[in-house]
Nanobody, 122 residues
Framework: QVQLVESGGGLVQPGGSLRLSCAAS????????VGWYRQAPGKQRGMVAK????????VYADAVKGRFTISRDNTKNTAYLQMNSLKPDDTAVYYC???????????????WGQGTQVTVSS
């Protein structure tokens, strides 16, 4: 298991931007795929974006395509989620997930961070 720590959440106005970070406690970070997930009150947790270990493959939820960008810096053992043009519907707790298998991301068997709150409101 890898320990993951998210940061960068907060309160932002509609149309604003935030960048979330996910710092991993491993020196083999490049062997882990990483995903960002979010859970709004009363809703199930859902995939936002995910990226392969080397960064060459990415997948986005339809709701965030064109607005969010997932990236990673394996020299810093950190993954990022750049969020632009934020909407009130983006309000949720955002979680980072890591797994050695890209296709297994989202499963409870992987490593999860504690989450960071993102609130989009005027």
């Amino acid at each position: 298991q890898v320990q993951l720590v998210e940061s960068g959440g907060g309160l932002v106005q509609p149309g604003g931007s935030l960048r979330l970070s996910c710092a991993a406690s491993t020196t083999t970070f490049s062997t882990y795929a990483v995903g960002w997930y979010r859970q709004a009150p009363g809703k199930q947790r859902g995939m936002v974006a995910k990226i392969s270990g080397g960064g060459g493959s990415t997948v986005y939820a339809d709701a965030v395509k064109g607005r969010f960008t997932i990236s990673r810096d394996n020299t810093k053992n950190t993954a990022y989620l750049q969020m632009n043009s934020l909407k009130p519907d983006d309000t949720a707790v955002y979680y980072c997930n890591a797994d050695r298998s890209f296709w297994r991301l989202g499963a409870q068997t992987g490593s999860w961070g504690q989450g960071t709150q993102v609130t989009v409101s005027s």
